[in-house]
């Protein structure tokens, strides 16, 4: 049974939330402010927290970049909950640690179709090693049990997120991936008109992989179309400049 920590400080959320997680057979504790929910995260190990960004004591932002920094609970996934819906909003969550980002009021379906597609992702055996897939393809090889890459010669630590959208693109080496296919292969679901999602995990990893992430070489925008991984050298594709 999967253990689900809430971090909420609005009771009317909370109750319904709890109440449908555990109908849907998960085991789940509940934290009302960011201090309580840090303290629990590291005693407990759950398996996936939501956490709400509006919280009394210490804010949401604050305690997803304290779990990202804790050894012991860097790993777990974090669903945000929230009613904060502008987009900046968003990218501050994903810059912040976060690995999806719903908002309220959700329908409890989508909720749950999230946290099945993030407890999924973040099994202990990913989705690349379960398939006889591509794991290497010239200065680069991936390496499923760690997530980790080797690039260069150079051993490379990747978030879940950010290892499965590698290992996306590199499936496709050489092909321009549509942001729907991405959506639906990494993050599980087809949720509509959230690019921004894609566009700050493709941010980061340029930041770990290439030379100047401002002008990339081998993750490349395809400017309307999607994006693809080019690692034989340069071909015609603009690459994106911001």
């Not at 402010?33 to 932002?61: C, N, T």
């Not at 959700?106 to 179709?113: I, K, N, R, Y």
């Not at 499965?164 to 050489?174: D, P």
Request: glycine content about 4%; hydrophobic content about 40%; charged content about 25%.
């Amino acid at each position: 049974m999967a253990r689900i920590l809430v971090i909420d400080d609005d009771p009317t959320i909370t109750e319904l939330t709890v109440m449908n997680l555990e109908m849907a057979g998960y085991s789940v504790s509940q934290a009302p402010d960011g201090v309580k929910g840090q303290a629990l995260a590291v005693q407990f190990q759950p398996d996936l927290i939501l956490l709400d960004l509006m919280l009394p004591k210490v804010d949401g932002l604050t305690i997803c970049q304290r779990l990202r920094r804790d050894e012991r609970t860097a790993d777990i996934p974090v669903l945000v909950l929230t009613a904060l819906g502008e987009t900046r909003d968003k990218i501050e969550a994903f810059n912040a640690g976060a690995d999806d980002y719903l908002i309220k009021p959700f329908e409890v379906q989508e909720m749950l179709v999230r946290i099945r597609a993030l407890l999924r992702r973040t099994d202990r055996v990913p989705q690349a090693a379960k398939h006889a897939e591509i794991l290497n393809r010239g200065p680069l090889t991936l390496i499923p049990e760690r997530f980790e890459a080797v690039w260069f010669n150079k051993t490379v630590r990747l978030t879940h997120l950010e290892f499965e959208l590698l290992h996306c693109l590199l499936q496709r080496h050489g092909q321009t991936v549509a942001p729907s296919e991405i959506l639906q292969e990494v993050w599980g679901y087809d949720p509509q008109d959230d690019i921004e999602t894609i566009r700050v995990h493709i941010r980061h990893l340029r930041t770990k992989l290439e030379p100047d992430p401002r002008r990339p070489k081998y993750i490349k925008t395809v400017y309307g179309a999607g994006y693809c991984l080019e690692l034989n050298g340069t071909n015609s594709l603009v690459p994106d400049q911001t």
